[in-house]
C-alpha cells in the first residue's frame, strides 16, 4: 500500500481547495479511509473519516468540508470550501479497518500518505 496525496497549496481565506489521496501500491479494499492534519507544534487531528456507508467530521470542518472515495479504489479525496486560516496544517491521507469508536485515533490506521501541505493565508 502506497499512499500518495496531492492538491496541498495556497488559498485565500475563503477560498477553496480539494486534495486527492490515492493508493499507488497493491489494492486492499480498507474499511476505512481518512483525512488527519497537523499544525506546527500541535498533535496531527482528525479531519474526516469515511467507510463505504458512513461518513464522520470533526465539528469544525462540518458543512464546509467533503470527504468522498472513489467506488473501487483505495482512494479518498477532501473537499475543502470556506477555507479559514486555522485550517493551514499538513495534512496526511489515512487507511485502515479500525472499528468506527476509534475512527478519530491515529492509532487506528495502519496506512499513511507523506503529507501535503494547506496554507490559508491573504
Known amino acids: 500500500v502506497q499512499l500518495v496525496e496531492t492538491g496541498g497549496g495556497l488559498a485565500q481565506p475563503g477560498g477553496s481547495l480539494r486534495l486527492s489521496c490515492v493508493n499507488s501500491?497493491?489494492?486492499?479494499?480498507?474499511?476505512?479511509m481518512a483525512w488527519f492534519r497537523q499544525a506546527p507544534g500541535k498533535e496531527r487531528e482528525f479531519v474526516a473519516a469515511?467507510?463505504?456507508?458512513?461518513?464522520y467530521y470533526r465539528d469544525s470542518v462540518k458543512g464546509r468540508f467533503t470527504i468522498s472515495r472513489a467506488s473501487a479504489q483505495d482512494s479518498v479525496y477532501l473537499s475543502m470550501e470556506n477555507l479559514k486560516p486555522e485550517d493551514t496544517a499538513l495534512y496526511f491521507c489515512?487507511?485502515?479497518?479500525?472499528?468506527?469508536?476509534?475512527?478519530?485515533?491515529?492509532?487506528?490506521?495502519?496506512?499513511w500518505g507523506q503529507g501535503t501541505q494547506v496554507t490559508v493565508s491573504s
Open positions: 489515512a487507511a485502515g479497518n479500525t472499528i468506527t469508536s476509534q475512527i478519530r485515533l491515529t492509532s487506528g490506521y495502519t496506512s
Open positions: 501500491g497493491d489494492s486492499y479494499n480498507f474499511r476505512y
Open positions: 469515511k467507510s463505504r456507508s458512513q461518513t
